[in-house]
């Protein structure tokens, strides 16, 4: 696939340029609602950034910004306009490494922390003859992938809320900015930041982690990762951390790219992982 389709699919979905969000909510919304809209989601927004710098009591990080994520997917329209200005870059460039790595999409496919179902549905298309599931803890977002999946016209994707349903099922694992959420990082406060630890921590943190997702793939399957690190030691114990649960770097597959997210830079790493016999 071109360039011009992973446009063409953007724009079916409704993703579009935006480089004002709260403009976008008032032209949507009308005045007065978009209005509430921008005040609200101010407050979600402070109160994540506090949640996820100071902690929460004994809350998980991956549940520190659940009130957020269901206030931007309390709607398909609501959702799109917030993907159109946090990531419509960075669909672009993760579809572009996806369709550069075709052939490791084999089989039943699974995307964890789907989200809204962008990027699931485009796995779906692109791979008709395969069930992809895409898995999301947040009820508002697996309602909003189902509406989108409706718009498009994707037949073979479902979405689900039930990680268990697919232990060891899926021939192709894509897990895309979810395991730095799922890593238990003490509050920034408490400890040096992450990538000061040495490499052997870094796989120590990330082996929980590691080891449910190799669980979630069949032996020979391939785990496709687009992560939110730096290429340090932590994204380094990551790999280590795969790799002792049974997934190993497929040579050849690694990039960096970096790209803005909203109004600020982050920079990904994208690298293919086969399952072995550990």
């Not at 389709?5 to 969000?21: F, H, S, V, W």
């Not at 921008?38 to 506090?50: N, V």
């Not at 496709?224 to 690190?229: K, N, Q």
């Given at each position: 696939?071109?360039?011009?389709?992973?446009?063409?699919?953007?724009?079916?979905?409704?993703?579009?340029?935006?480089?004002?969000?709260?403009?976008?909510?008032?032209?949507?919304?009308g005045q007065n609602q978009g209005s509430?809209?921008?005040?609200?989601?101010?407050?979600?927004?402070?109160?994540?950034?506090?949640?996820?710098?100071?902690g929460k009591g004994d809350t998980p990080y991956l549940h520190r910004q659940e009130e957020l994520v269901d206030y931007l997917n309390q709607s398909l329209e609501m959702s799109i306009l917030a993907a159109s200005f946090?990531?419509?870059?960075?669909?672009?460039?993760v579809m572009e490494y996806l369709l550069r790595y075709d052939t490791y999409w084999t089989g039943d496919i699974v995307d964890i922390g789907c989200g809204n179902g962008i990027l699931t549905c485009f796995l779906a298309l692109q791979r008709p003859g395969s069930v992809v599931t895409g898995l999301e803890l947040s009820g508002n977002a697996v309602a909003v992938a189902e509406a989108l999946a409706k718009k498009l016209?994707?037949?073979?994707?479902?979405?689900?809320?039930?990680?268990?349903?697919v232990q060891g099922?899926?021939?192709?694992?894509?897990?895309?900015?979810t395991a730095h959420e799922n890593v238990a990082w003490k509050a920034l406060c408490e400890e040096p930041a992450p990538a000061m630890l040495p490499?052997?921590?870094?796989?120590?943190?990330?082996?929980?982690?590691?080891?449910?997702?190799?669980a979630m793939v069949r032996t020979g399957g391939y785990l496709?990762?687009?992560?939110?690190?730096e290429d340090d030691s932590t994204y380094a114990g990551l790999v280590r951390a795969l790799a002792r649960a049974g997934l190993h770097q497929v040579r050849g597959t690694h990039m960096q790219f970096s790209c803005k997210n909203g109004d600020k830079t982050a920079v990904f790493q994208a690298m293919v992982f086969q399952k072995t016999e550990k």
């Open positions: 696939m071109q360039e011009f389709d992973i446009k063409e699919y953007l724009t079916r979905a409704g993703i579009c340029r935006i480089t004002e969000l709260d403009t976008a909510l008032i032209e949507a919304f509430r809209h921008i005040e609200r989601m101010t407050q979600l927004f402070d109160q994540s950034e506090e949640r996820l710098v100071y946090y990531d419509r870059v960075f669909f672009r460039r016209q994707v037949n073979n994707v479902h979405f689900t809320s039930q990680v268990m349903s099922q899926c021939d192709s694992l894509f897990s895309c900015r490499i052997e921590e870094q796989a120590r943190r990330h082996r929980d982690y590691a080891g449910k997702l190799a496709v990762g687009v992560e939110r690190y």
